[in-house]
């Protein structure tokens, strides 16, 4: 899957990348819990230091996306969230701070088809490259699915439609940072050296199970929601890899630090990358809900998306480093 809204076609989404604003042997493990902060409450897990193999083993990817070229790469260790921020966790950055989102400042959000919940004058927007994504007048991370939607229930979701700059902002009031993009892979990869997924090769468990939230059925219009979720589940619904990471592929795209360039890997440092020097659009990882082999199948370890940092949407969050 591809989104660029982050999901848009192989791997950006190809057509899940995250879509532009509308206004339009190597490893070692290590899962030991810290005590969280006051202010940012998500359980956290070691990453050791040492060396990686980052880039897509297998051909996956599309080229232009840069995944494709396999490299060695070593980072110091560093600690991240379990989890996704949550909708929970980031209210109450909302109400320490009183932080109004890019989303709100400009008065919409992408909203995908089948989950708006808004009046049809609120909405304002149909790319047409991209027509399952629907601008929303009123859509933000309070009102994921548009105005007449809310946050009950979904408190343990991840929170969505916040821009890379949003993501920023917390992390400047929790004191932490976004991760890089070669430390959101390797912490995504766990101790399995170029799998496909956190847990392995194989999408579906030897069960026939579900082992992240992806798009079931045909894409865009009918979703058979044989894992139980249209749009986004609760961060801790799917298996953690073996550091204790939570859903780090499908779900939501994540926010990383680093600029995007799809021939970085071609030049990147061997030693603690951290993307280049400047750029246009932000890295995301993981892929999202609306991935699906028809279109984009970046919910995998290697696949990378991007978008502009003061894009939203209803289907990319973020996970946060320590400093």
Not at 227 to 238: H, I, K, N, Q, S
Request: glycine letters at 10%; a negative charge; aromatic letters at 10%.
């Amino acid at each position: 899957m591809s989104e660029h809204h982050p999901d848009g076609a192989c791997c950006a989404p190809a057509s899940d990348r995250t879509q532009p604003r509308l206004s339009l042997p190597i490893v070692t493990t290590g899962t030991a819990a810290h005590s969280a902060t006051a202010s940012h409450s998500i359980g956290q897990k070691d990453v050791p230091g040492g060396t990686f193999v980052m880039g897509d083993s297998y051909g996956d990817g599309r080229e232009a996306d840069g995944e494709c070229v396999v490299h060695e790469v070593t980072l110091d260790a560093f600690t991240i969230d379990e989890t996704s921020v949550t909708n929970d966790d980031f209210a109450k950055f909302i109400a320490a701070t009183g932080h109004r989102t890019e989303a709100e400042v400009f008065g919409d959000s992408a909203v995908f088809h089948l989950a708006v919940q808004a009046e049809r004058k609120d909405i304002i927007g149909q790319p047409p490259a991209v027509p399952w994504w629907l601008g929303v007048a009123g859509a933000d991370w309070a009102h994921p699915n548009g105005p007449l939607s809310s946050l009950d229930g979904i408190g343990d979701h991840p929170v969505t439609h916040v821009s890379w700059n949003d993501a920023m902002a917390y992390c400047a009031w929790a004191g932490r940072r976004l991760p890089t993009e070669a430390e959101w892979e390797r912490a995504s990869r766990g101790s399995l050296v170029g799998a496909r997924y956190p847990w392995g090769d194989e999408l579906m468990a030897n069960d026939g199970a579900w082992q992240c939230n992806i798009w079931q059925g045909q894409f865009p219009r009918v979703n058979t929601q044989e894992d139980g979720w249209l749009t986004t589940a609760p961060v801790r619904t799917y298996a953690p890899n073996d550091l204790g990471l939570w859903q780090t592929v499908g779900n939501v795209w994540e926010w990383c630090s680093d600029w995007y360039d799809e021939g970085y890997y071609n030049a990147s440092p061997a030693i603690n990358p951290t993307g280049p020097d400047s750029g246009e659009s932000r890295v995301l990882r993981g892929g999202s809900y609306l991935c699906h082999d028809s279109y984009c199948n970046r919910y995998r370890n290697a696949a990378r998306s991007q978008n502009t940092p003061d894009s939203s949407m209803g289907n990319a969050g973020f996970r946060t480093v320590a400093l």
